[in-house]
């Protein structure tokens, strides 16, 4: 399933929202936390996982989705939940913990709650898998149109919750897709010291589901492999399992130090950023013009800049209404 | 319970919470029973009996042994506008799939700030006494209930348990269902009978959140809840042929908790006794004596907890019966504080 | 590998041992149970689950287990700890809760551990894995001799320990054989409605470890096959999840009413019970005779005797010391 | 802590167990160490580090994120004659495994009859304040000292740090080791600085079970735990200056509890504030409420908790800070005690 030109146009520009919105974050996360790197302080508090590199994982999937269809994410969740439509505004807010926030602050970057576009997420590792074989089967149920995706990493895959949610989607026959995004390191453990095979997608025999790997961090191929899948999961064909192969330009957190990374890696891995990688295909297929790009990271930009505008700009909710919203 | 005795119609709490699954069905096709076992077999505790027959494997529906993914799965159902009922066999189980339950089920209402609900409720099996051993014979209330974000109720007997059940299914927060194993009704467990009660057909709510007072006295208040309770109306019956009068507060609720109740009972009587089948340290015993304690109320004597041991629960028939509270410790419980 | 006549005759008479405990357990726990079932009375009460027809698995295996291998088990104990060695006095006197038991009667027939022969169980689905990859995982670190075996059911299978518990015998290349007894229900949930697959054996791909199937809950296939795995064990060559075809003669627990099993199911089983299977297949090799097979019946129920018998003689612990153990 | 001052030799919570489980394992080459990140990261929280290039990666185990695998292999490495050593990241992953955790490695014991021991250390991080959110921050103390068969520790300096450590490691009994990231002297999570404290060179144990009198008062009771130490200990100055003499409990064990340590000094002062920054409900706050009045001790005013509120832990910064114990409100507890 090939991606249209405006497919392709919407993917490279919801990557650059996605990257320009770290970039923010990163920047303003950082205030408060020179000389001494202190993790409370600062406008935006907390640990901070940032999605650089990720970004076609996000793209190549949400553009086969509208607002109905569900998406559950992890402690990694920008760039889906942007892809996906989650409010920027709110959600920076909700980073920065203003009361105009998804959650008014409750939550924060690990927990981002959109219902009007059905995103959600987990800061615990494997924990996005059962809400989406839920929701799936709540749509079989309600015979409601839609379909759920479960964002996962591939550290999360040895995670037994994993494995229970894939074998019930495959008895259930789920409308149900799961997309394990392959950076190959869980914090400082590499895929290869913690997995005993090399892709995930093989796992897919074990829950009578298609597995597919995806190599190359590319937005088109991802397009391509996961649209069969969601055109096959709405047409009642269940679900399938895909593993993507990207790559976290981060650090797993910030303040992470990353002196378990092989010499080299990080700059190998810049190489080939497939933000400009993309907008070079784009270029040397014509979908793209300099001109068009300059639009587009200039949008980008007054996107990012809104949102973090209105974060900044935002009250932090009255302190006492820590007790409101634990029952509703 | 301020039940109107038209007809007896005595059930078990088994057929109570079925009933009232069956009621909130017929009504509401939202509502879905998923778990282990109860489908075709009805439960093993009998509280899905005839569910599957009425509504069908798809409404009813037979899980995987994999307790993460199905309670992981009915939050996101619920937060997708389902209203799943689903069982934990045994509360011993908890620990296989408790982050579904803890940080997600109970969570994600406040993480979310209110704007995607979780209508779920998730019953489970208590209790022990007849030799079930260590992994199958736990209460672990307080476990559940010291962790925000969700209701925690137990009822002691079939009028409560119909009440309880409709009204958890109808809360838009998740609710945690206890029920335990020897008040269930099923004979091959043993039965109390005083669980056993009239039910009225029709549907009703009992308020989740509200204790009462089953029994009214002067002397001294013994609250309980689930076993406990009963094991307090015995006492009190004892006691009362000994000339002293003893109130029985049923909890029915762990969370939200009815300090109330409690108090205002202790304030009249100025003796307290406890009793809980789960462990004694770091348990509902201890919140309660606290709760009554911090709010200066006056008393007569020490207050006195009648729990579990802090041991886990032996097997061997001899030993769990003297590990498990029962109305002779409660009365001697209330000896001793005629000794202060 | 093929099993000597010594060692068949070796599993032919645990297989009697084991299925006459049973048979003698069987009585007993209905003793006091009459008329009304009440699980709470008799000399044995609580959940008992009877592993008639199952004596394969136990024997197949064990065959080639000495004392210091490791076998972790289920709550459905019996015919493993038998083949494996657990002292039958002790193990009958726990399950009547004696203090003569192997706890003292604190565990009962669920929690049957005998350190003498590294017998242990746990009456949760999926939890005798965990503790089998750490077993093997300190025979390496101490480099000392033996193999782990963790046994669990096909319903157990969908349990996340397992997965977790796999993949990391599989990174780790340890000494460990997984036992999978598939007698096709999980109480009254049947593999087909549970498991995503027809096989579990076809799991292992998940783990890069090798894994078979075994069909017809015979003794001498199992042999066969595990002795295999155990070889390869024992001589680094890391793990193997077997999963074999047996059949549940008898209830999930005592007092199943079984009415989920499809009609004729139960006799089907019982036509092909495995334990006169053997003996004809024994006696038309020219194995077994009916001389040696009637000495063989009549030491397999003096055992079980003599067992019983020690277990109803024994006293129980004082009641208080329910608070001894806790620590040590 | 009775140290002799040699030469102050000031360490982190985090360095002096590193240094612990360092001497430990130089002396027995049963003990090993697994968990996620331990390895060459030495641990997200430094309690590791330099582990790994001591003793290589056979003994120092990165795993897998399969906390239910890796918990349950230690328990099986543990019976098989070794003593693990592992780390769950933060506490708040517990609802993953808590099964191998509470019916394997604290029930396996009991179940044998003694036969089988478990001599496991696993440590955990706890606590809150740095805005890392409600699966991030928790402290669930109550949540493990409710259930049997573990003992339940939790250092609030350096010295206990290390002489806990060692003592749980040679623990033949499965011991849960708590510490708290805001006293961890991880720079990047703040550094509490009475938690970085003289710490002797040569291994020595501090027994488990024992509470410590850290500061002697005559007129009020603080009892807390980790970080509620450290509240206690800043109100207790700030009452002092008011003329106002607070003795500070500093419990170090949830279980076994020593009762006897908290009980003899509410005797003496007659008055009792309860700190705990894990929940309020069915918490450590009422545990130790609950142990005193039972006891019969003469009080003089309503005992008082200050515990975190039954609510999820909220991210921003001002809800958070406005839901954690802090000096100021264990003062206002004094104040209120006043009034009765
Ligand atoms: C159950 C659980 N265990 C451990 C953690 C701590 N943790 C947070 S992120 C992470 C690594 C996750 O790796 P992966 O799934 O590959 O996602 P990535 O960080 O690479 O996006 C770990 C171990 C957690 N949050 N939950
Ligand atoms: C985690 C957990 N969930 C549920 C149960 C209840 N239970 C006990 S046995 C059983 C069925 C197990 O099926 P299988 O693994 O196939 O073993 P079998 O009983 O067939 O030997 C179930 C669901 C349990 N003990 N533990
Ligand atoms: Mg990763
Ligand atoms: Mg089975």
């Known amino acids: 399933m090939k991606p249209s030109q405006e497919q392709q146009v919407w993917m490279y520009r919801h990557m650059l929202v996605s990257r320009f919105f770290e970039e923010a974050i990163e920047k303003i996360y950082m205030e408060g936390k020179t000389p001494a790197f202190n993790m409370a302080n600062g406008p935006i508090p907390g640990e901070m996982h940032l999605s650089n590199g990720q970004e076609p994982c996000a793209v190549g999937v949400c553009a086969h989705l509208t607002a109905e269809d569900v998406v559950t994410s992890t402690h990694r969740p920008h760039h889906v939940a942007i892809a996906k439509g989650v409010d920027l505004k709110a959600m920076a807010a909700e980073i920065f913990g203003k009361k105009t926030g998804l959650s008014g602050g409750r939550g924060g970057h690990m927990h981002i709650f959109d219902p009007k576009v059905n995103f959600s997420c987990s800061g615990i590792i494997g924990q996005s898998v059962g809400p989406a074989v839920g929701a799936a089967l709540s749509r079989v149920m309600q015979k409601k149109s839609g379909v759920a995706v479960a964002y996962l990493g591939e550290g999360a895959a040895n995670q037994g919750a994993f494995h229970e949610a894939l074998n019930m989607a495959g008895v259930w026959q789920l409308p149900v897709i799961f997309v394990i995004e392959d950076n190959s390191w869980g914090i400082s453990v590499s895929k290869r010291a913690s997995t005993a095979i090399e892709r995930n997608s093989d796992r897919a025999v074990s829950y009578g589901m298609p597995g597919e790997f995806i190599e190359g961090n590319d937005p088109v191929a991802i397009f391509d492999v996961v649209g069969e899948a969601i055109a096959r999961a709405r047409n009642g064909g269940g679900p399938t399992l895909i593993e993507i192969e990207t790559s976290r330009l981060a650090g797993h957190f910030m303040g992470d130090g990353e002196a378990y990374r092989p010499a080299g890696e990080k700059e190998a891995l810049q190489k080939i950023d497939p933000i400009p990688v993309m907008k070079q295909r784009l270029m040397a297929e014509g979908i793209l013009t300099d001109a068009a790009d300059a639009a587009f990271v200039e949008e980008a930009h007054a996107l990012v800049d809104e949102a973090i505008q209105f974060a900044r700009d935002s009250e932090y909710a009255a302190p006492e209404e820590a007790m409101e919203k634990v029952f509703v | ?340």
Chains 1, 3 share one sequence.
């Not at chain 2, 998923?34 to 077999?41: A, H, W």
């Not at chain 2, 689903?86 to 011993?92: N, P």
């Not at chain 2, 335990?180 to 989740?208: C, D, F, N, R, S």
């Not at chain 2, 208040?221 to 076993?227: A, C, D, E, F, L």
């Open chain 2, 1 to 340: 319970m301020t039940q109107v005795k038209e007809k007896e119609r005595k059930l078990t709490i088994a057929r109570a919470m079925a009933e009232a699954i069956a009621q909130e069905m017929r009504t509401d096709d939202k509502v879905f029973v998923m778990g282990e076992d109860i489908g075709e077999l009805g439960g093993v505790f009998g509280n899905t009996r005839g569910l599957h027959e009425e509504f069908g494997g798809e409404r009813v529906r037979d899980t995987p042994i994999s307790e993460t993914a199905f309670i992981g799965a009915a939050v996101g159902a619920a937060s997708d506008g389902m209203k799943p009922v689903v069982e934990l066999m045994f509360v011993d189980f908890f620990g296989v799939c408790f982050d579904a339950i803890y940080n997600m089920m109970a969570k994600n209402t406040y993480f979310s700030g209110g704007n995607v609900t979780v209508p779920m409720v998730l019953m489970t099996s208590t209790g022990g006494g007849y030799s079930d051993g260590g992994q199958h014979s736990q209460c672990v209330h307080a476990t559940f209930a010291h962790l925000p974000g969700m209701k925690v109720v137990a009822p002691s007997n079939a009028y409560d348990a119909k009440g309880m059940m409709i009204a958890a299914i109808r809360d838009p927060n998740p609710v945690v269902f206890m029920f335990h194993k020897a008040l269930q009704g099923m004979g091959w467990l043993g039965t109390e009978k005083e669980a056993i009660v009239h039910v009225p057909e029709a549907a009703y709510e009992v308020e989740l959140g509200k204790a009462i007072v089953t029994r009214p006295g002067t002397d001294v208040t013994i609250v309980g809840i689930t076993s406990g309770v009963h094991f307090g109306l015995k006492a009190a019956r004892i006691l009362g042929e000994q000339g002293v009068s003893a109130e029985v507060v049923d909890l029915r609720s762990l969370a939200p908790l009815d300090r109330d109740t409690v108090i205002e009972s202790v304030k009249k009587t100025g003796r307290l006794i406890v009793v809980d089948e789960d462990y004694h340290s770091y348990g509902m015993t201890a919140e309660i004596i606290a709760s009554v304690v911090e709010a200066g109320v006056p008393l007569k004597a020490a207050p006195q907890r009648v729990a579990y041991p802090d041991i886990p629960i032996p097997f061997a028939r001899p030993m769990e019966q003297w590990a498990l509270p029962s109305p002779e410790k409660i009365i001697a419980a209330f000896n001793k504080m005629k000794e202060d």
